[in-house]
């Protein structure tokens, strides 16, 4: 656990790229203990993984060390105010879930109407590597993705429902 931890801190030490930062604004830490700490991307200077340590250099000059095996996750998303992840439609909302994720990734969606969902899932650079259509009922939707064959890493999540295009991140264990 401790090895996968380690690996997906890496992924957020080794660069950001602009697809990356161009969606999101914020990056949290959740710690095992509860607490959450948020810092503005632009703010971020670099992320170093030093002996154990994630360490956090901000642009002020100042900086913030925490242990990795303290931490339960980085996201870019605030979950401690449960707010949704992402609208799928005006009178709806969709949640992708767990995220990280190891073989399976959930998501639920509301719709106003039936009809089709298109998802892609691409990795940072664009490259599409999943593809696959479902049919929404009106109302709570219900959708599960088998991820097993991706390599560990973060990765785009395209919903497609009509004319709207809906995009999350996530990590693959």
Known sequence: MHFLKLSIILLFSVHFSQLFLSAQSMLYFKENSGTQTSFTLSDISKLILDEGNVLVHKTDGNSNSYAITDIRYLSFNDFMTRTPLIPCERNSTTILYPNPADDLL????????????????????????????????????????????????????????????????????
């Open 106 to 173: 959930q998501i639920r969606f509301e719709t106003v109407k039936e009809g089709n969902v298109y998802l892609e899932i691409a990795d940072i650079q664009g490259r599409i590597l999943q593809r696959e259509y479902t049919t929404s009922q009106t109302g709570s939707n219900h959708w599960l993705i088998n991820i097993s064959r991706l390599p560990a890493g973060l990765y785009i999540c395209r919903l497609k429902n009509r004319n709207i295009l809906e995009t999350i991140k996530f990590i693959k264990y």
